[in-house]
């Protein structure tokens, strides 16, 4: 079934007017991830990708975020825009969140800037953009965050399989 787009309202933006193939831009949003009692990234010198049909996803530079909280993950996949993505466990005193985050350590030309900048899935984390909670993209496989300030129909719904 064909998608029927959202339409955005004042400050809103929707995702079927994202480009494809995806666009990276930079972003100077404040940026915070946390679990529990832990900040484990804090930052606004961040990237975000842009795709038709999904939520903004975060790439966060590594000086912005608690590396030692963190531990390479087995597994990887591959995304036909970026490139192969390697995962990264978040490793606490009680215990383990896996596949917490990825990363693109060798990403396609187009998206050079982001080698080795993290992102974090809202649905395993407590993420904020500019003080907003962000809701987690629908789907076991997405990481793009939903605001208040972003519409769709989102990839990863039921459904959207074969958009």
């Known amino acids: 079934m064909k998608p029927i787009p959202v339409p955005p309202g004042p400050g809103q933006e929707s995702v079927w007017e994202y480009p494809r193939p995806p666009r990276l831009e930079l972003s100077d949003r404040h940026i915070q991830v946390r679990y529990q009692e832990h900040e484990i990234a804090d930052s606004t010198r961040a990237y975000r990708v842009l795709e038709t049909s999904h939520p903004p996803t975060y790439y966060i530079p590594k000086s912005d975020i608690e590396l030692t909280l963190l531990r390479p993950a087995a597994g990887s996949t591959l995304c036909e ?22 990363t693109y350590l060798n990403p396609t030309p187009a998206f050079e800037q982001i080698a080795g900048y993290l992102a974090f899935y809202p649905k395993k984390l ?36 074969f958009w």
């Open 81 to 102: 825009w970026k490139g192969q993505a390697s995962y990264f466990d978040l490793v606490y005193s009680t215990g383990i969140i896996v596949n917490a985050a990825w």
């Open 126 to 161: 407590a993420c904020y953009l500019d003080g907003e909670r962000v809701r987690a993209q629908p789907g076991g496989f997405y990481g793009g965050w939903i605001t208040s300030e972003i519409v769709g129909p989102f990839k990863g719904e039921a459904g959207t399989r």
